[in-house]
Nanobody
């Protein structure tokens, strides 16, 4: 069982980046999938959570309107499309899965290794 987050990198302000969260050993559809980020010196922040029971996605206010979740079921992969990136979005981004419909940061079943996103000119 594994989650693999990838796609991070260096991007200029107002740029875009797409992160991938690929699952192996289990089906994403059976789990709530959350994206989290942590910047140096700051607490972990929930970015989004996809409710597997109805497919709805919650977005943090700080990213609402700029970040979008999508999924490729054939690839068992979820994507986090990030647009209009700001310096404040710089962080290590991780995806996590929890059986059920809720993302509980302290009770996720699986975590993927984080990927660094740096927004800088």
């Amino acid at each position: 069982v594994q989650l693999q987050a990838s796609g991070g990198g260096l991007v200029q302000p107002e740029g875009s980046l797409t992160l991938s969260c690929a699952a192996s050993g289990f089906t994403l559809d059976d789990y709530a999938i959350g994206w989290f980020r942590q910047a140096p010196g700051k607490e972990r922040e929930g970015v989004s959570c996809t409710n597997n029971s109805d497919g709805s996605t919650f977005y943090a206010d700080s990213v609402k309107g700029r970040f979008t979740i999508s999924r490729d079921n054939a690839k068992n992969t979820q994507y986090l499309q990030m647009n209009s990136l700001e310096a404040e979005d710089t962080a290590v981004y991780s995806c996590a899965a929890r059986r059920g419909s809720k993302c509980l940061p302290d009770d996720m079943d699986y975590w993927g290794k984080g990927t660094q996103v740096t927004v800088s000119s």
